[in-house]
């Protein structure tokens, strides 16, 4: 069975390894996914930080999928979800997703915003959001990311 719940400490030495992994199942190369380690890597101090929730999904205490939302102003930016490559396609990403409507949803708030991983939009585009513009990447100047909206009624 496959539990969701928060990301704790003992959790990061398997977590930030599976977030390179689903970032590299999209063909980056080595020097790439190495640019991304420290934009993608969860910290101790993300999970103790009160704007911030961090979850996962795990099956026998291995994570599958994880996901970070931030609070911003007046709405909550998912940050990250990553899926393990050999669990795409099961719903653990959706999940992931309704968990953090639902956590923006009990904050008060009803927009969810998302930096996009282009190889990623057309999943949150079936979840609901809306591409409203593109931002720059984080990582590389010059790149530019999708940028959707999904407003909670």
């Known amino acids: 069975m496959q539990a969701l719940r928060p990301l704790a400490n003992d959790d990061l030495d398997s977590v930030n390894p599976l977030i390179l992994r689903s970032k590299a199942h999209w063909g980056y190369d080595a020097a790439f996914i190495e640019a991304c380690r420290d934009v993608l890597t969860i910290t101790s101090a993300e999970l103790i930080n009160p704007s911030m929730h961090c979850w996962g999904v795990f099956e026998a205490a291995r994570p599958k999928a994880e996901m970070q939302l931030n609070r911003e102003d007046t709405a909550k930016l998912l940050d990250k979800l990553f899926v393990e490559p050999d669990a795409l396609g099961q719903g653990l990403g959706r999940r992931l997703y309704d968990h953090a409507l639902d ?32 931002v ?16 909670i009624v």
């Open 136 to 151: 720059a990447s984080t990582v590389t100047p010059g790149r530019q990311l999708p940028f959707f909206v999904h407003t």
């Open 103 to 134: 956590l923006t949803r009990s904050e008060g708030r009803h927009r969810l915003e998302i930096d996009a991983e282009p190889y990623a939009a057309n999943f949150y585009a079936r979840c609901g959001a809306v591409q409203t513009g593109m």
